[in-house]
């Protein structure tokens, strides 16, 4: 908690909102177009295949695209610079990225567990985030069940990786669902404006 910014209440309820609203629907509309991607082109690979060109490079954007939104999210929500948590993240952003470009030279098996650990993490991060900013900005239930859901999910696929049967279809799931939350959050944050709003 290093944010000591003093900002008149009318500012930080109205204006923080809206900018997490504006990213989180370019979340929403980036996951869904790559989950539709990688469904698409990658659907019939399996753990023993080595991913195609076009599979590799999706799975090394993801995870670089998590460290831009990163970047963006503080400026965005008007709070400032990217604190020690968002530094973390961006780091094991970065890490994952390095990794998955030596991964995609392997097999699914290991380009799966390298994100599954990722989502694991990065759902940690996010948990905590959230639960933290509940207080200052408000309607963060879906980014905290985002973060929970992304903590099971990445263990799943990093535990299931080595299956003969599992493929990327699994990645390209779990990003819908983060659009999905995404989604929602959007939605909370309106209400919550509207509320702030009609309140002021």
Do not use: C
């Not at 930080?12 to 469904?39: C, D, E, H, Q």
């Not at 490079?57 to 999210?73: G, K, Q, R, S």
């Not at 998955?100 to 990065?122: D, N, P, R, Y």
């Not at 493929?167 to 929602?184: I, P, Q, R």
């Amino acid at each position: 908690m290093t944010h000591t910014t003093v900002t008149p209440p009318t500012t930080t309820t109205t204006a923080t909102p809206s900018g997490l609203r504006s990213l989180y629907l370019i979340r929403v509309a980036f996951s869904l177009f790559w989950a539709a991607l990688v469904f698409t082109t990658s659907a019939s690979l399996v753990s023993t295949d080595r991913p195609t060109v076009i599979a590799a490079v999706l799975l090394i954007i993801y995870p670089l695209w998590d460290v831009i939104a990163t970047l963006l999210e503080p400026r965005m929500a008007g709070t400032g610079s990217t604190d020690r948590v968002g530094t973390i993240n961006v780091a094991l952003g970065l890490a994952t990225t390095a990794g998955m470009i030596i991964a995609v030279f392997s097999t699914i098996k290991t380009a799966l567990l390298v994100f599954g650990i990722w989502a694991l993490l990065s759902g940690a991060i996010q948990l905590a985030v959230a639960i933290r900013r509940r207080r200052a900005v408000g309607a963060q239930w879906p980014m905290i069940i985002s973060g929970g859901q992304s903590v099971l999910a990445g263990a799943t696929v990093a535990a299931t990786s080595a299956s003969a049967t599992s493929g990327l279809s699994t990645v390209a799931g779990y990003a819908a669902f983060g659009a999905f939350w995404f989604l929602v959050s959007v939605v909370t944050l309106s209400i919550r404006g509207r509320r702030v709003g009609l309140g002021a």
